[in-house]
């Protein structure tokens, strides 16, 4: 698998927007755009799951349901809405609320506030928009507890390190054009602006919600457990997949070396804990 290929999550949202989606993406991101300055020093992404994540997983056991689906079935068209969306939507903020108490230096973009119904926006779209705004604008992306649940979450921690690991840089732009969904990447910029904005985004770095650094090791082996442990409540766990293992391919596709030991490249990702993950990856993906 290729550098294109391993970012076919992200193309795919973009390339599945209808015309009405496009034009009001490019609305709201002339809005984020105007704010001018330094704004990765000022700006952070915070991850928080919206319609998946742990609480769909637990109402789903709770209930003795599978999916979503099943849920609507057996309790009703608004059992989702109220048991797990609103929830999510009310601790994201207050989430986001809370990093933002704790940190007077920084901004915090809470996903969960925006919604674009009146729009009828697909999941596709708030994805193409979320993509950008980290590539943009984020200059750290902090996750909430549980995020490895959250579809929408892993994919866009699996996003954060593609740029950690320069899987998209200058010479791949073409394919970076696509993930991040701008038909113009990086306007109006001179060559040696241009190299700046790439190397502003080789810095992105993902925290938990205590502030505590994730390395992709970590990360992967957590994604993989909440995949066994769907699989172990016969959930839902396929879309968590394809993340998965395009983050344990990461390492061994970018540029940069797996070990390290190159100035500002990430630092090794090939420990005990990433083989563990990366052996029980490939056997989740051999069995389905």
Request: proline fraction near 5%; charged fraction near 25%; charge should be neutral.
């Amino acid at each position: 698998m290729n550098s294109e290929d391993s970012l076919s999550d992200v193309v795919g949202s973009y390339e599945r927007l209808t015309q009405g989606e496009l034009e009001n993406l490019g609305i709201v991101l002339g809005a984020y755009r105007s704010f001018r300055g330094p704004r990765r020093k000022l700006l952070a992404y915070a991850s928080m799951p919206i319609t998946t994540g742990l609480r769909l997983r637990n109402v789903c056991v709770a209930n003795g349901v599978t999916s979503a689906v099943e849920l609507a079935t057996k309790l009703g068209k608004d059992a989702l809405w109220e048991l797990v969306i609103q929830p999510n939507i009310k601790d994201g903020i207050a989430f986001a609320d809370a990093l933002g108490r704790s940190r007077d230096d920084l901004l915090w973009i809470a996903p969960s506030v925006f919604e674009a119904k009146k729009w009828r926006w697909s999941q596709d779209a708030y994805m193409s928009l979320w993509y950008r705004i980290i590539g943009e604008l984020a200059g750290r992306h902090v996750v909430m507890d549980g995020w490895q649940y959250s579809v929408g979450g892993v994919l866009e921690v699996m996003f954060s390190l593609f740029m950690r690991w320069r899987m998209i840089r200058p010479y791949t732009e073409e394919i970076a054009t696509k993930a991040f969904g701008i038909k113009n990447f990086l306007p109006d910029m001179s060559s040696h602006e241009r190299r700046e904005e790439y190397e502003a985004m080789w810095q992105m770095r993902v925290y938990d919600a205590s502030g505590r650094e994730l390395l992709i090791d970590e990360i992967l082996s957590m994604i993989v457990a909440a995949i066994e442990d769907l699989r172990a409540h016969g959930l839902a766990y396929q879309d968590l997949v394809g993340p998965a293992y395009k983050i344990m391919q990461t390492p061994i596709l970018s540029p940069c070396p797996a070990s390290g030991g190159l100035p500002r490249t990430p630092p090794n990702a090939l420990t005990v804990v990433y083989d563990d993950a990366r052996a029980r990856i490939k056997t989740i993906v051999s069995a389905a």
